[in-house]
């Protein structure tokens, strides 16, 4: 049940996913479960969506020391159980997350068709990753 003070309800219904009376309800509801920062940083925790080379200062008594450091190759990219865990975390579904991730930038659009893909094909039980276009043909 979604209210607005322009209308005195409306019942939410799949066939009327796309009105924007819907998008807008879904837009707030992702914002307020799940935080624009609240979700950065939970991210951020799990290693994901910081700058893959690191720069720090050692000091000591012979002066400083520039460190460079980089991520392992892999190491950021947003996994289906990255996704598992915002999801809890924030009490949404697994398709809410998804969105929350790709619509704050931290997953582009090709990770998302891939994890959702990949969610569907764990879900009716195959553990096969989706085949892209171009692969093995």
Known sequence: MLVDRDRL?????TTERDSLIEVQANAFAATF???DDGARQFMAGLGKGKP???R???FD???DVDVEARAGPGSQD???SDVVQLEHHFGLSRLAALYRLRNLRLITEPEFEGLKALDEAARVG???APRTRGAGS
Request: charged share 15%.
């Open 56 to 58: 720090a200062y050692v």
């Open 126 to 128: 195959t553990c096969e």
């Open 78 to 80: 947003v996994q289906l």
């Open 61 to 63: 008594e012979a002066g």
């Open 52 to 54: 893959s080379r690191m």
């Open 9 to 13: 309800g409306i019942v939410s219904r």
């Open 33 to 35: 479960l799940a935080p």
